[in-house]
């Protein structure tokens, strides 16, 4: 019998002792299984000049907002010249007649003007959606043709920017909301 309770409580002890290192190994091994790859490396390098223009045609003009945080973000660590080439159905919020609707994204855009980004609108486009030169913010120059206009500072050495943005703050927390503070 004294044999038995010794087993016994060898088995309760091993049994004990082997949950106990699970409990602290656990997180270990799990952090192991979302860590297969290691950890990025940093490669915060500067960068060269670049002239650059930005190919806004977004349907929506509240897409303009993330516009407006593109350029910043570009602009604080790639210097050179900025051009926004616009044709696409957010020319209506560059007319005067929608300031109060859509002011808090103009005035942004036209701080940007002032800090040098060149803002240039398709005549095209522009006509297309029912407007003249006389109904846009003073900010803005017309230009021929939007497309015409990106090819043309293509052939200058500009750099095509796609402007087409996915806002990415706090995304994060789509798969994590409890991680958000």
Known sequence: MKLSKQLSYLT????CLSLIATLVT?????????DPYGTAKEDLHKY????????????????????????????????????VVIHGTEIRAFAKENYEKYQGVIDQLA???????????????????G????????????????????????????????ATTTPVKDSRYLDHPKAQK
Do not use: W
Request: hydrophobic share 45%; with cysteine; glycine share 4%.
């Open 12 to 15: 309760l002890r091993s049994v």
């Open 26 to 34: 656990a997180p270990l091994l799990h952090a192991a299984e979302l």
């Open 48 to 83: 060269p000049s670049i002239n650059r223009v930005y190919d806004v045609n977004y349907d929506d003009p509240k897409k303009l907002n993330a516009l407006v945080s593109f350029i910043k973000n570009v602009n604080a660590v790639v210097p050179g010249k900025a051009v």
């Open 111 to 129: 701080e940007l003007s002032k800090q040098g980004v060149d803002f240039r609108m398709c005549n095209n486009a522009m006509h297309a959606a």
């Open 131 to 162: 407007f003249q030169s006389k109904d846009m913010h003073g900010f803005v120059t017309i230009i021929p043709a939007g497309f015409a206009e990106v090819i043309a500072l293509q052939q200058e050495g500009y750099q095509v920017i796609d």
